[in-house]
């Protein structure tokens, strides 16, 4: 599942590569995470579960709502992908139980030994209702928002009632996950760091994902771009491009570069995904790839402040009871 073919094209990525795939074991060989925390410490075992938020059998993906020492959390688990690297291993240390076999076919329980066999978990703590609701599984209804639904509807909305920020700002200050940044180009203007995503294990380039965060805080979201920030974008795809391919070996033409609309969080950022994986959110009806909104705000300064856009909200976001109340729905 790897993509070791474009790491082979660049020896000192895969050197790189393998080294980190190398410190990740060790650390676990030595009881510390990623960042050094001892992994002996199970912080989820006190976790309460109240409800299953959703799961699905196809992403091997169960979110759980509970309670951690009395307060609100959600935790995430998620099988990871099988990696080309440990699979020579899995072959020779793991325990294998046949399960059927029929003529030329048979399928077993294989038991992986426990460092081969890991799990994803994100733990959100506390957790408000609407990291409850972001999970949930619920049915979506499309919106179709003008220029002045955004001003009358959308913008109040978020001004009252979005997510905080303090993760992306602990970010920027290098507060929080500065070990794991890829690239940063410091300029106020022009500037923005790159990292892993959170729901990137970077174990394999087969789900890269990495997000771009600007430096400057007063973009809300694609609905605030103007031609004025055309040098901005340009910068961040440029750059972080080859920033990618430098660490990861994985050329512009494998790659997905896109915003949200709706974000989740209102303070500009850009997916950068692998053409092929199926990130959550890369859908027509919420994805616009960044070389098209350069495009669209070259032929039109505010292109983005007039045009309507639609999007996609879920049966319970408070934004979509705000369009029905202003009967738009
Ligand atoms: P979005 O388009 O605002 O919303 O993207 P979405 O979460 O509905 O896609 C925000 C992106 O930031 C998502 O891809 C998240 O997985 C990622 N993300 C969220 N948090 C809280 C963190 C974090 O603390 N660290 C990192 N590295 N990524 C995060």
Same mark, same amino acid.
């Given at each position: 599942?790897?993509?070791?073919?474009?790491?082979?094209?660049?020896?000192?990525?895969?050197?790189?590569?393998?080294?980190?795939?190398?410190?990740?074991?060790?650390?676990?060989?030595?009881?510390?995470?990623?960042?050094?925390?001892?992994?002996?410490?199970?912080?989820?075992?006190?976790?309460?579960?109240?409800?299953?938020?959703?799961?699905? !059998?196809?992403?091997?993906? *169960?979110?759980?709502? /509970?309670?951690? !020492?009395?307060?609100?959390?959600?935790?995430?688990?998620?099988?990871?992908?099988?990696?080309?690297?440990?699979?020579?291993?899995?072959?020779?240390?793991?325990?294998?139980?046949?399960?059927?076999?029929?003529?030329?076919?048979?399928?077993?329980?294989?038991?992986?030994?426990?460092?081969?066999?890991?799990?994803?978990?994100?733990?959100?703590?506390?957790?408000?209702?609407?990291?409850?609701?972001?999970?949930?599984?619920?049915?979506?209804?499309?919106?179709?928002?003008?220029?002045?639904?955004?001003?009358?509807?959308?913008?109040?909305?978020?001004?009252?009632?979005?997510?905080?920020?303090?993760?992306?700002?602990?970010?920027?200050?290098?507060?929080?996950?500065?070990?794991?940044?890829?690239?940063?180009?410091?300029?106020?203007?022009?500037?923005?760091?790159?990292?892993?995503?959170?729901?990137?294990?970077?174990?394999?380039?087969?789900?890269?994902?990495? *997000?771009?965060?600007?430096?400057?805080?007063?973009?809300?979201?694609?609905?605030?771009?103007?031609?004025?920030?055309?040098?901005?974008?340009?910068?961040?795809?440029?750059?972080?491009?080859?920033?990618?391919?430098?660490?990861?070996?994985?050329?512009?033409?494998?790659?997905?570069?896109?915003?949200?609309?709706?974000?989740?969080?209102?303070?500009?950022? *850009?997916?950068?995904?692998?053409?092929?994986?199926?990130?959550?959110?890369?859908?027509?009806?919420?994805?616009?790839?960044?070389?098209?909104?350069?495009?669209?705000?070259?032929?039109?300064?505010?292109?983005?402040?007039?045009?309507?856009?639609?999007?996609?909200?879920?049966?319970?976001?408070?934004?979509? /009871?705000?369009?029905?109340?202003? /009967?738009?729905?």
């Amino acid at each position: 599942m790897a993509d070791v073919s474009k790491r082979e094209n660049n020896p000192e990525a895969t050197e790189d590569f393998s080294q980190r795939i190398k410190k990740a074991k060790t650390d676990h060989e030595d009881g510390r995470g990623e960042n050094g925390e001892e992994s002996g410490k199970n912080v989820l075992s006190g976790f309460q579960t109240t409800t299953v938020l959703s799961d699905s !059998a196809r992403e091997k993906t *169960i979110f759980v709502h /509970g309670k951690l !020492a009395d307060q609100n959390a959600v935790v995430i688990l998620e099988k990871t992908p099988i990696n080309e690297d440990i699979l020579s291993e899995i072959f020779k240390a793991s325990t294998l139980e046949l399960d059927i076999r029929n003529d030329i076919y048979s399928t077993y329980r294989l038991q992986a030994p426990p460092h081969l066999n890991e799990m994803k978990a994100t733990l959100v703590c506390p957790a408000t209702e609407k990291h409850v609701k972001k999970y949930q599984r619920q049915e979506s209804f499309l919106v179709e928002e003008t220029a002045d639904d955004y001003q009358s509807i959308t913008l109040p909305f978020i001004q009252k009632q979005s997510f905080s920020v303090q993760w992306v700002y602990n970010i920027l200050e290098k507060k929080a996950e500065s070990e794991r940044i890829v690239f940063e180009d410091s300029d106020p203007k022009l500037g923005f760091v790159l990292l892993p995503d959170f729901k990137w294990d970077q174990k394999q380039t087969d789900n890269l994902y990495l *997000i771009a965060i600007t430096h400057q805080r007063n973009i809300k979201s694609l609905r605030d771009l103007r031609s004025e920030h055309l040098p901005l974008l340009q910068n961040i795809l440029q750059k972080g491009k080859e920033a990618i391919l430098q660490r990861y070996s994985l050329p512009a033409s494998k790659m997905r570069v896109y915003l949200h609309y709706q974000p989740s969080y209102y303070h500009l950022h *850009i997916h950068f995904t692998k053409l092929g994986y199926e990130a959550p959110g890369c859908g027509v009806e919420r994805a616009h790839l960044l070389t098209d909104v350069i495009q669209n705000l070259h032929s039109d300064p505010h292109y983005y402040k007039t045009r309507t856009l639609s999007f996609p909200l879920r049966a319970d976001d408070g934004l979509l /009871g705000q369009f029905k109340k202003a /009967g738009k729905l």
